[in-house]
């Protein structure tokens, strides 16, 4: 299912940067934000040009969980840690997304076919996912700073 550049820019950029984040808290990197807006930004343009090409829905997720593992082990990551945190980054991005459309679609009787295909529903209704796992990354840290004291 192919998205808009307004989609991509407002909703699929910051959400890949937010899931960037989350595997870089994960994976105890150092927050280094000029990195993790770059790979962001890359996975997002990933997404739009894979979407847009004529593969099964959900290859795009498959390239993006590889990129975000190889780019987490160059940036330091020991092997089997980049996987376990690219792994759960997506896996919470999963969650997030379900629970908030879950939540959204019912509240406002959305249907996703009508958020599918309209790229203002899908920029509002993916705002609430991607402040979640900001905050997800947020919690991490908190909890981790507490553990150490």
């Not at 937010?18 to 870089?24: E, I, K, M, N, S």
Request: hydrophobic share 60%.
């Amino acid at each position: 299912m192919e998205i808009s550049i307004t989609t991509l820019l407002l909703q699929g950029i910051p959400e890949m940067i937010a899931v960037t984040t989350l595997g870089f808290i994960i994976a105890k990197l150092d927050m280094e934000w000029k990195k993790i807006i770059l790979i962001g930004c890359v996975m997002g343009f990933m997404a739009f040009v894979i979407r847009s090409l004529p593969v099964t829905f959900g290859v795009h997720t498959i390239v993006l969980l590889v990129f975000i593992i190889l780019c987490l082990n160059r940036f330091g990551a020991p092997h089997f840690l980049a996987i376990i945190s690219g792994v759960l980054a997506f896996l919470s991005l999963a969650i997030c997304e379900t629970l908030v459309s879950l939540v959204l679609f019912e509240a406002f009787e959305l249907s996703p076919i009508i958020v599918a295909h309209n790229d203002f529903l899908k920029i509002i209704t993916g705002i609430p996912q991607v402040l979640m796992i900001f905050l997800l990354s947020y919690l991490v840290v908190k909890f981790r700073r507490r553990e150490t004291k």
